[in-house]
């Protein structure tokens, strides 16, 4: 008999602090792809208390008030409860912002350079990314981030639809699942900790999202009994957001990604063009393991690659099939080099990634999403037949 385990993923819904400043980052990368597709964005945001400061490089034509920007988002978050000391009305703003590195460019654009060796665009830095998939959900994901981004979103839509008029925008969510060897057997545990207003009690809290969240949302036969469901377990969680927590660019990196079930290379995606391969190399390789795994090669995939800055080619493309492969890893590898190309200017040309499509992504994963294709294009299973015809199968 394959031994038991449990496994746990979290989520945060975009009111918590580091979420507050990925969204704050990518609204700006959008703003400057709008009018500009040759923008080149590295915005980091620091939220504190009712303080927000951009820092970064950016070189854009795109003309905008960066103040403006960050009052939207904010505004689209949640914050604007009089309860919350972070609001969109009154936050105080500190722009340090500059424009991209000359050094930095120059190996980035298309062009030739001295000392550099092709005149091709290259990657704007070094670096590894990985993409991963698996056969375990429909979302080709695994079910503990999956649940965990699915609490979160309804979480969200239960307080700006106004169901749950005491709900401020500052929550997580965590699913743990137990296994049997590979199969997913129950959800063992759930963990949902929720910024409230004042005065509503606790018994309200549990009862309601007991009811019009836990039960709604995961699926009833993985639910038993003994699945410990824990709600706000510290009692009392008013003061959040902001005001609780100091929130950063880029540090929710595993709950972007695939929940620490599959590697993370370490580079962040918010405020990233996709210039950036921490970003884009990232979400190819989410596009390239969910294809392998579609056209039935292997019940899980993770892709590997690697750049030196400035050059166009990665220094390796590597495939992890977890045994679970239908042909050998070597082959999968020839198939994916066959289909797809790893060069940054080609990765945004066959993504279509230079448009302003990044606040579609910032909250709930990055992956494992099919609500919007058109914008999450990593997320298509368009390249099946290719792979499948590329492996021999």
């Given at each position: 008999?394959?031994?038991?385990?449990?496994?746990?993923?979290?989520?945060?819904?975009?009111?918590?602090?580091?979420?507050?400043?990925?969204?704050?980052?990518?609204?700006?990368?959008?703003?400057?792809?709008?009018?500009?597709?040759a923008?080149?964005?590295?915005?980091?945001?620091?939220?504190?208390?009712?303080?927000?400061?951009?820092?970064?490089?950016?070189?854009?034509?795109?003309?905008?008030?960066?103040?403006?920007?960050?009052?939207?988002?904010?505004?689209?978050?949640?914050?604007?409860?009089?309860?919350?000391?972070?609001?969109?009305?009154?936050?105080?703003?500190?722009?340090?912002?500059?424009?991209?590195?000359?050094?930095?460019?120059?190996?980035?654009?298309?062009?030739?350079?001295?000392?550099?060796?092709?005149?091709?665009?290259?990657?704007?830095?070094?670096?590894?990314?990985?993409?991963?998939?698996?056969?375990?959900?429909?979302?080709?994901?695994?079910?503990?981030?999956?649940y965990?981004?699915?609490?979160?979103?309804?979480?969200?839509?239960?307080?700006?639809?106004?169901?749950?008029?005491?709900?401020?925008?500052?929550?997580?969510?965590?699913?743990?699942?137990e296994?049997?060897?590979?199969?997913?057997?129950?959800?063992?545990?759930?963990?949902?900790?929720?910024?409230?207003a004042?005065?509503?009690?606790?018994?309200?809290?549990?009862?309601?999202?007991?009811?019009?969240?836990?039960?709604?949302?995961?699926?009833?036969?993985?639910?038993?009994?003994?699945?410990?469901?824990?709600?706000n377990?510290?009692?009392?969680?008013?003061?959040?957001?902001?005001?609780?927590?100091?929130?950063?660019?880029?540090?929710?990196?595993?709950?972007?990604?695939?929940?620490?079930?599959?590697?993370?290379?370490?580079?962040?995606?918010?405020?990233?063009?996709?210039?950036?391969?921490?970003?884009?190399?990232?979400?190819?390789?989410?596009?390239?393991?969910?294809n392998?795994?579609?056209?039935?090669?292997?019940?899980?995939?993770?892709?590997?690659?690697?750049?030196a800055?400035?050059?166009?080619?990665?220094?390796?493309?590597?495939?992890?099939?977890?045994?679970?492969?239908?042909?050998?890893?070597?082959?999968?590898?020839?198939?994916?080099?066959?289909?797809?190309?790893?060069?940054?200017?080609?990765?945004?040309?066959?993504?279509?990634?230079?448009?302003?499509?990044?606040?579609?992504?910032?909250?709930?994963?990055?992956?494992?999403?099919?609500?919007?294709?058109?914008?999450?294009?990593?997320?298509?299973k368009?390249?099946?037949?290719?792979?499948?015809?590329?492996?021999?199968?």
């Amino acid at each position: 008999m394959a031994n038991r385990t449990i496994f746990s993923s979290e989520s945060v819904t975009e009111g918590h602090p580091d979420k507050v400043s990925d969204t704050i980052s990518d609204y700006v990368v959008d703003k400057c792809f709008e009018n500009d597709p040759a923008s080149r964005v590295a915005c980091e945001t620091l939220v504190k208390d009712n303080l927000v400061v951009l820092a970064g490089e950016i070189t854009t034509k795109s003309y905008f008030n960066y103040h403006d920007v960050v009052a939207e988002a904010i505004r689209e978050i949640g914050y604007t409860n009089d309860d919350c000391m972070f609001h969109a009305d009154t936050f105080m703003f500190v722009n340090a912002l500059s424009q991209q590195s000359p050094d930095i460019a120059q190996g980035v654009d298309a062009a030739a350079a001295d000392g550099k060796d092709t005149a091709e665009q290259g990657a704007g830095d070094q670096g590894l990314m990985f993409g991963y998939a698996c056969t375990e959900t429909p979302h080709l994901m695994h079910a503990p981030i999956v649940y965990s981004h699915q609490l979160g979103r309804e979480l969200t839509r239960l307080r700006k639809d106004g169901e749950l008029e005491w709900l401020r925008p500052d929550s997580k969510t965590q699913v743990s699942c137990e296994y049997e060897g590979d199969k997913l057997l129950r959800v063992s545990a759930v963990v949902v900790s929720t910024q409230h207003a004042e005065g509503v009690s606790h018994g309200e809290i549990k009862s309601s999202l007991s009811e019009q969240l836990i039960n709604k949302v995961l699926p009833e036969d993985k639910i038993d009994s003994n699945t410990e469901i824990l709600i706000n377990p510290t009692g009392k969680f008013v003061i959040g957001g902001p005001q609780g927590d100091c929130g950063l660019t880029g540090r929710k990196i595993i709950v972007d990604t695939y929940g620490g079930m599959g590697r993370h290379g370490g580079g962040a995606f918010s405020g990233k063009d996709p210039s950036k391969v921490d970003r884009s190399a990232a979400y190819m390789c989410r596009w390239v393991a969910k294809n392998v795994v579609a056209a039935g090669l292997a019940d899980r995939c993770e892709l590997q690659v690697a750049y030196a800055i400035g050059y166009p080619n990665p220094v390796s493309v590597s495939v992890n099939t977890f045994s679970t492969g239908n042909v050998s890893d070597e082959k999968i590898v020839d198939a994916v080099n066959a289909v797809f190309s790893f060069k940054p200017a080609e990765i945004v040309s066959q993504l279509n990634l230079l448009r302003p499509i990044y606040r579609e992504t910032t909250n709930y994963g990055h992956f494992g999403r099919e609500d919007n294709t058109d914008a999450l294009t990593w997320e298509k299973k368009d390249k099946v037949d290719d792979l499948k015809k590329a492996a021999g199968v």
